[in-house]
């Protein structure tokens, strides 16, 4: 009994690697992706997961995968109920931590959170990640996208920027000028074209003037985005 189970072991390996390696169909419809417990965790802590579809739980089983299996793999597999073994990463285009550099350090995080952890304890682990491996989880366009959630400074933090970037050495920091804003993000006549289809209105072309097109006004460094325009209107805008 001992020796055929182990047999049906080495044929079940076996058969997983053939139908890996002859790139095979994703499974039949139905099959559901196995979740993290880590991530069902997560979901009673933000209502939003309840929303996720198949794909993008599979997508947040990646970084957990990667630990598995060896960051050093191209790409993360996935396990589905039905069976099948599943490479996504290149068919989704996504990256895994080991492919992004420039890491942050928890002594970066420290010197603002000096409280300890901010994020859920179901949270993966973030050490060693930029913007670009979040983003392998907070997929831009799913309900765990990152705008609207994150600080301007943990952003630009996260791609690479520093401080003085944007306050040069300024003693006492304050909320750098437009000007400043725009080498990096201008012109704002470009910022309006990019923006031209928002809804209910474009937030880069204001009818009021120069006044209204402060970038401080809406898109705060250290503080929760403000919707500048709902002071007098109803216009409701995601900001990054």
Request: proline letters at 7%.
């Given at each position: ?17 053939a139908?890996?390696?002859s ?10 992706d196995?979740?993290c417990?880590t ?12 929303n996720m ?19 050093d ?12 073994l ?7 285009g ?12 928890p ?5 603002c ?10 949270h ?6 930029t913007?670009n491996?979040?983003r392998?989880?907070?997929?831009p ?7 609207g959630?994150?600080?301007?400074d943990h ?25 400043v ?10 910022l ?6 928002a809804?209910p209105?474009n ?8 006044p ?9 460094q250290?503080?929760?985005q403000?919707?500048?325009c ?11």
């Open positions: 009994m001992k020796q055929a189970s182990i047999g049906q072991v080495v044929a079940l390996v076996l058969w997983a690697a139908i890996w390696a790139a095979a169909a994703p499974p039949a419809s139905g099959a559901q196995i979740a417990s991530l069902e965790t997560a979901v009673s802590q933000d209502p939003a997961l309840e579809s198949s794909a993008e739980r599979s997508i947040c089983q990646l970084q957990a995968l990667n630990a598995a299996f060896g960051e793999r191209r790409h993360a597999l996935l396990f589905q109920s039905s069976g099948y599943r490479d996504v990463g290149g068919a989704a996504i990256k895994t931590s080991a492919t992004v550099a420039d890491a942050v350090t002594s970066a995080c420290g010197a959170h000096v409280d300890g952890a901010v994020l859920p304890d179901a993966p682990p973030v050490e060693g990640m913007m491996g979040c392998d989880c907070h997929v366009g799913t309900p765990l996208a990152l705008e959630r994150l600080h301007l952003t630009h933090y996260l791609s690479g920027l520093e401080c003085a970037t944007c306050h040069g050495n300024a003693q006492a920091p304050e909320e750098p000028e437009t000007g804003c725009l080498d990096c993000h201008g012109p704002l006549e470009a309006g074209a990019r923006s031209a289809d809804s209105t937030p880069h072309s204001s009818p009021h003037g120069a209204f097109a402060e970038c401080s006004l809406c898109h705060l250290h503080a929760p403000e919707n500048y709902a002071s007098c209107h109803n216009f409701k805008f995601t900001f990054p």
